[in-house]
């Protein structure tokens, strides 16, 4: 007789769940060569765990409605798991010796990226695969997104954690729903009861009852209703609905605001900013607007057109933790282009996180102020 296996540890068993659930969810299944399935899986991964070892329950026995409640925001995840985890033994910091994949799965969920890395070259990996691992390979710069395909803001240089918390929340979701048997996004709804009896229309988005008290959801307890004949969406009941199926292209009847493009598409576009509206908007949001001389100031003013480039995106990780955006505004001073008739400013806009709300934006005249600016807004010197 084989000897009997082991029990799996609660991380394996909190991995495998989490798998399924982004699987279920994603075509073709979870792909471990993509950024944003592995994000998914992880950050569902991380706080089934966390909830595991709070509640002293298995892992199967968490509740997909506890899971989504703590998925509300990345603030209320990393809450969970930096109280949760240490007293588990867990060590976070960076500095700790690697080998607990607990830790590591956290550690990559909460790195930053450079969005300016290399591509993984489709030609090298496959000969470098096959080798020994204790073959040489040349040192090279890590290749963009840790070498995986990334489709979710694959331009932003902020942590998993921060940017596919949301997405995660979706992979629960759609478990509750189908557990639930309620209706997913696109399912094609008719309404039973209320103002809007008798129309049918398209699910566009899920309402749920959060609990802060229990810390549970509830639901769905509602949809937000694409109508057929309805202009906008309506927020209906889940009780108020029942799916319902047709056999052609839901028909719109002619002279509806359906019926022809959304109200305002054929309006004309609002004026263009002038360069001096624009540089004083600017100025506005800016902290330092006096660094920017009255006589460029002038010279602005009278400026031909105005432009505006993105020179970096770039983030420092904890705990330090900073992103910084560089944005080159520059004013054409006449209508024909030359180099001596060009008027710059750059702005440095940092967020402590991705959801920052109330960005500081830093002006400089020249690029060799960029070091030593974008260092005293990490350091606060």
């Known amino acids: ?106 550690r990559w969920l909460t790195r930053t990226w450079d969005p300016k890395a290399p591509v993984k070259s489709a030609f090298v990996q496959p000969a470098l695969s096959h080798s020994s691992r204790d073959s040489w390979v040349p040192d090279a710069p890590e290749p963009r997104w840790g070498g995986m395909s990334r489709g979710i803001g694959n331009g932003l240089p902020d942590p ?89 292209w839901p028909h719109r009847p002619e002279g509806t605001l359906k019926d022809g493009p959304p109200r305002g598409w054929n309006d004309p576009l609002p004026p263009a900013k002038t360069c001096e509206e624009d540089l004083r908007a600017l100025l506005d949001r800016a902290s330092n607007p006096g660094v920017v001389p009255d006589e460029l100031r002038r010279a602005v003013a009278s400026a031909h057109s105005h432009h505006h480039l993105e020179l970096d995106w770039q983030a420092s990780p904890d705990p330090q933790r900073f992103t910084w955006r560089v944005l080159h505004h520059w004013y054409q001073l006449t209508e024909h282009y030359a180099d001596d008739q060009r008027a710059d400013v750059y702005e440095v806009v940092v967020t402590r996180r991705l959801h920052d709300d109330e960005p500081t934006h830093h002006l400089a005249l020249s690029e060799d102020d960029f070091p030593g600016l974008i260092a005293r807004c990490i350091t606060g010197a």
């Open 160 to 248: 998993a954690l921060e940017v596919c918390t949301h997405w995660a929340a979706g992979v629960v979701q759609r478990q509750m729903i189908t557990e639930n048997q309620g209706h997913r996004t696109h399912d094609r709804l008719k309404v039973t009861a209320g103002a809007f009896t008798g129309h049918r229309g398209y699910v566009r988005d899920v309402g749920w009852y959060f609990d802060d008290k229990s810390e549970t959801v509830d639901g769905p307890a509602g949809y937000v209703v694409d109508l057929d004949d309805v202009e906008g969406t309506e927020d209906i009941d889940a009780d108020q609905v029942e799916a319902c199926a047709d056999l052609s």
């Open 1 to 106: 007789m084989p000897p009997r296996s082991s029990a799996p540890e609660p991380w394996d068993e909190a991995v495998r769940r989490a798998t399924d659930a982004t699987a279920a969810d994603r075509p073709g299944g979870n792909d471990e060569q993509c950024w944003d399935d592995v994000a998914m899986r992880s950050i569902v991964a991380t706080v089934l765990y966390a909830l595991h070892l709070r509640e002293r329950q298995p892992v199967d026995a968490i509740g997909w409605p506890s899971v989504l409640w703590q998925l509300r925001d990345d603030v209320r995840v990393a809450e969970l798991v930096t109280t949760v985890l240490p007293r588990a033994g867990h060590d976070l910091a960076r500095t700790a010796a690697p080998g607990d994949p607990v830790t590591e799965c956290w």
